[in-house]
């Protein structure tokens, strides 16, 4: 059954995202289908994978942080709610295992837009912490400890700049052109960010620090569970 689930995944990627190189990502990420302590997926209408998230609990300096390993998204569905509809299951899942929203949950990308819908969740009604700020506000030492402490969980710690975000080469074996245009946001200044900062081979280290319970409770109700 795993087999056929993961044939169906990339089968549906690669059909879906005929500009990105699916099969030689999950050449080299094999893991995510296998691994991942949490998996989603989603269909169209027709059945196939448009859509998925994958995320696995982490140790730490502070303890445990939930780390989105992928999030993909067909290019039809890009912008659309699809796309918040698949972090919401994935987050359904989640909190139904741990009995709650986590602490803190990072991630690595290259993604403009991934970027911008993670840092919505963190806006000040929701009372949790973003990191980075790429306002020019600095995100402050005990943010860039945090940071650092996952960075060096993720095996990423010589490459990392607290004060950036940039983990230099953090795309490990991905192919540098599994992007073939840079995936920009609505947002120009976090567009100007990351073509400024970072190459295809490089990613921003993210993350939300949610300890609080009214950080949890309004991540939760935005979510839907």
């Not at 052109?177 to 190459?199: C, G, I, K, M």
Request: with cysteine; aromatic share 10%; net charge negative.
């Amino acid at each position: 059954m795993r087999q056929q689930w993961s044939a169906w995944v990339v089968e549906g990627l690669a059909r879906h995202m005929p500009r990105h190189r699916i099969a030689d990502y999950f050449a080299v990420k094999d893991a995510l289908l296998g691994g991942a302590g949490h998996r989603h997926a989603i269909a169209d209408e027709d059945g196939d994978c448009v859509g998925l998230a994958t995320a696995s609990l982490r140790d730490y300096d502070h303890g445990e942080f939930l780390y989105i390993e992928t999030l993909l998204v067909s290019e039809r569905h890009h912008g659309t709610v699809l796309t918040r509809q698949l972090i919401a299951e994935l987050f359904g899942g989640v909190v139904k295992d741990l009995g709650d929203f986590p602490d803190l949950v990072a991630m690595k990308t290259y993604n403009a837009r991934t970027y911008v819908l993670m840092r919505a969740f963190a806006d000040p009604e929701s009372k949790a912490l973003f990191y980075p700020r790429i306002d020019g506000t600095p995100s402050g030492p005990a943010a860039e400890a945090t940071a650092r402490a996952v960075a060096e969980a993720l095996g990423s710690g010589r490459d990392f700049d607290p004060g950036s975000g940039v983990v230099t080469g953090g795309g490990g074996e991905v192919p540098p052109d599994f992007w073939p245009d840079f995936p920009a946001s609505r947002d120009h200044w976090v567009n100007t960010y990351f073509q400024r900062e970072l190459t295809a081979h490089d990613r921003l280290l993210c993350f939300i620090d949610s300890s609080r319970p009214e950080a949890k409770a309004a991540i939760r109700a935005r979510l839907g569970i």
